[in-house]
Structure formats: structure tokens, C-alpha cells
């Protein structure tokens, strides 16, 4: 997976492109073009990400967020990508429920991350399209590791889901068609 984290940005960066940076001690009022320009919420950063864009996290604790305002497309997904060491230890403040919650949106990509003790749900999608969640660890969250609700054609492959308190590791919910879960 670490050999794959070079050749997924290379193939994400386009002339219109950016790539935003998040790292514990960066400030939201940076540009978050660089590890040292750095921002310093993943929230900050998936509020401004739109198609074509990705978010590089580097290692560290970090508040859960929230991606809700822009879509990506078929050929410009948003991708948010944790590095190893990646940790969401509290929820997003959208609901305080989740550790990632991304909503009304398609074409996102949501790789690299460990979320730990949320109130509810490690990774959730609902009423949306094209999301592929990959490669995340999802431990000890109250209900669901990861949960999707009426999300239509998603993937969810390569992920680990444990110790989920009250139901599923992996719940697939609401009427949707063509998901893909796997590995």
C-alpha cells in the first residue's frame, strides 16, 4: 500500500489540480500546498477540495470530517488519503457522531485511515454516489465501523472493521444498488 501512495498522487495531479496538505501543528490560514504550508484540520481542507483535488494527511491524531459540499466526477474524483499513522480520535462536528461522514455527494475517496471510539459510526456514506472507501481501519465505534445508507455504486474493499459495540463491522443499509464489497 505505501508503494501505491506515490503512484495514486501522480496519477491525481493535473494541471488544475492541488493537492492539499494536512499535518498535525499547520494552520488553517496556510495555503495547505505543501507539508509546510500545511493545514491543520482534514475539515478544513474537504471544505475546500473540489474535483480533481486531493487531501494528503500526514501522521497524527485528528478530528473526524465532514465531506459534503463538493463532488468530484467519473475522471476527477476527490480523494482524501492518509498516510500511515493517520488517526481520527474524535468526530466530525457536523454530527458528532461520526468519524468521517461524507454525504449528498459522488465521486470521493476516502483511503488510509484508522478510526477509533466513535459514538456511532467510524466511516459513513449516505445519500450518495460513486464513494469508494479503501484501506481503513475502523475499531471499537459504538455501532458501525463503516455504515452506508441509500449510497448508490460504492466500494468497499480493503478495509478492517473490529470490535463494533452494538451491531456490524461492515453494514450495507437502505435500498442501493450495485455496491461492491470486498477484501
Not at 488510509?112 to 459513513?124: H, K
Not at 460504492?154 to 450495485?178: M, P, V
Amino acid at each position: 500500500r505505501i508503494a501505491a501512495i506515490p503512484m495514486v498522487l501522480c496519477l491525481l495531479m493535473t494541471a488544475d489540480a492541488a493537492t492539499y496538505h494536512v499535518a498535525a501543528g499547520g494552520s488553517n490560514s496556510a495555503s495547505g500546498l505543501t507539508v509546510n504550508t500545511a493545514f491543520a484540520t482534514i475539515q478544513h481542507a474537504a471544505n475546500i477540495a473540489v474535483a480533481d483535488d486531493s487531501v494528503l494527511v500526514h501522521p497524527g491524531n485528528y478530528q473526524g470530517f465532514a465531506a459534503m459540499q463538493h463532488s468530484g466526477t467519473v475522471n476527477a474524483p476527490i480523494v482524501f488519503l492518509g498516510e500511515a499513522g493517520v488517526n481520527i480520535t474524535s468526530p466530525c462536528s457536523y454530527n458528532n457522531l461520526d468519524g468521517v461522514n461524507v454525504e449528498n455527494v459522488s465521486w470521493v475517496v476516502i483511503e488510509g485511515f484508522t478510526v477509533t471510539g466513535m459514538p456511532r459510526t467510524g466511516i459513513r456514506t449516505a445519500l450518495s454516489d460513486h464513494i469508494t472507501i479503501r484501506y481503513n481501519t475502523c475499531t471499537d465505534n459504538f455501532k458501525w465501523g463503516i455504515l452506508t445508507g441509500f449510497a448508490e455504486h460504492c466500494i468497499i474493499e480493503y478495509n478492517t472493521c473490529s470490535g463494533s459495540q452494538d451491531e456490524h463491522g461492515i453494514y450495507f443499509s437502505n435500498s442501493a444498488d450495485d455496491t461492491i464489497i470486498r477484501y
